[in-house]
């Protein structure tokens, strides 16, 4: 039965429909590795009533065996970032302000993986509100590294990779506003995918930052992820911001073959403030691609110093505008004792929200206010405008950009908290690929002397997730066999 958790999802779900293991058994599974490592990794805000979870067990189990589910994920245990909405579970983004908030709907991508026969465990833990580097901002308590636990998961998904990493589920749904999937992904040795915005519909997703959010898979390896997404990907009218894509098969890109990809090497990515050790594997992880037939080219790109300030100036103000409807009122936690209306929006917020959130609605509601409008924000959409323009100009000579997931390792607990503005710039590899609204995955390609992972991040153009899948797909293969 432990051994169940060792294996991808994809492998999992062909064992379910072989019938050499019951959905039943893979969630007994599950509970049973989460009850031995929960404790002290703290990678769940809610974990299912295990009753419940059976019963949909039974329930998935009855379709496969009817032939009505044959999908490669029917029956596979899944943990949800809870900041997506899931009806009848609580769904609280690591906030007080949403401590006992139960949806009456659920989340498109995740009804997507419901329709698909997933069986859902838990809600994962997450920075509050996605806003945090480490998963140290959920007033739920920090998730720790399986790794080691005196070192953060990342964030603001580090309970989604934590998981994944823990073997308390088979793969997991994360979120990425700048770098929040990628980075934690990194930091746990999983691979994470964040798909060209609009692929993935944002309905039911908790906004943090409407024009930057992207759902997306966190699994064992790049099939895993590939298949995830084909699942979770479609049109939704009920997302404005949704597209409607020619296809959406990411799996016809599982070829271990590099031959023909240009890769672009940014300068700039490669400089000071990177760990030695990271560059150093990242850069040995590109030989293996070129040994595979890809052509490798070093470019500048010089706009990265640029993409912290308008990323913030940007997600803070989105931040600061959606938000506003988190005031005691139709849902969520209420202050118990005020003086009048305004009283108890002062009094519930000011309760309800952690200091890096308040800090963050704070900023944004300062570059949104008139005066400072034109200075701050206009600026930072125009900065937006000009990194999107320097990316479009790299993808007319490259198909993929590698850059580090993250600048160093997994720091340890407590440390990036003393200071925000060291957080932030954790941050500086991942955020322009928001800001441009394309696709990243992030794979891991070796160890630090500490023992800790290394992620290795693939950037493709909008809609040529197939690129990225393919090459991360060639070295993932490439390594396994070496």
Sequence with gaps: MKDLMKLTAVELGKKIQAKEVTVAEAVEAAFEQIEKKEKDLNC???????????????????????????GPLAGVPVAIKDNMCTKGLLTTCSSKILGNFVPTYTAEAVLNLEKAGAVIIGKANMDEFAMGSTTETSAYGVTKNPWNPEHVPGGSSGGSCAAVAAEECSYALGSDT????????SFCGVTGIKPTYG??????????????????????????????????????????????????????????????????????????????EVKTSILNAVKVLEEKGATVEFFDFKLVEYAIPAYYVIASAEASSNLSRFDGVKYGYRTEDYDGLHNMYKKTR???????????IMLGSFVLSSGYYDAYYLKALRTKALIKKAFDEA?????????????TT???????LSDPIKMYLSDIYTIAVNLAGLPGISVPCGMDSKGLPIGMQLIGDCFKENDIIRAAYTYEQCSKNA
Excluded: H, N
């Design 410 to 416: 997994a720091p340890k607990l407590g440390e990036s």
């Design 178 to 185: 700048g770098g929040s999937i990628r980075q934690p992904s």
């Design 44 to 70: 769940y805000v809610t974990v299912c009533d295990k009753e419940a979870v059976l019963a949909r067990a039974a329930e998935v189990q009855k379709q496969i065996d009817a032939g009505e589910l044959t």
């Design 350 to 360: 000011s309760e309800g929200f952690g200091p890096e959130v308040k800090r963050r």
């Design 395 to 407: 993808f007319e000579k490259y198909d993929i950009i590698v850059a580090p997931a993250a600048p």
């Design 199 to 276: 692929t993935v519909s944002r309905y039911g997703l908790i906004a943090y930052g409407s024009s930057l959010d992207q759902i997306g898979p966190v699994a064992k390896d790049v099939t895993d992820c590939a298949t995830i997404l084909e699942t979770i990907a479609s049109y939704d009218p009920k997302d404005s911001t949704s597209v409607k894509r020619d296809s959406y098969d990411f799996t016809s890109a599982l070829m271990a073959d590099a031959s023909g990809l240009k890769i672009g090497i940014p300068k700039d990515y490669f400089g000071e403030g990177l760990d030695e």
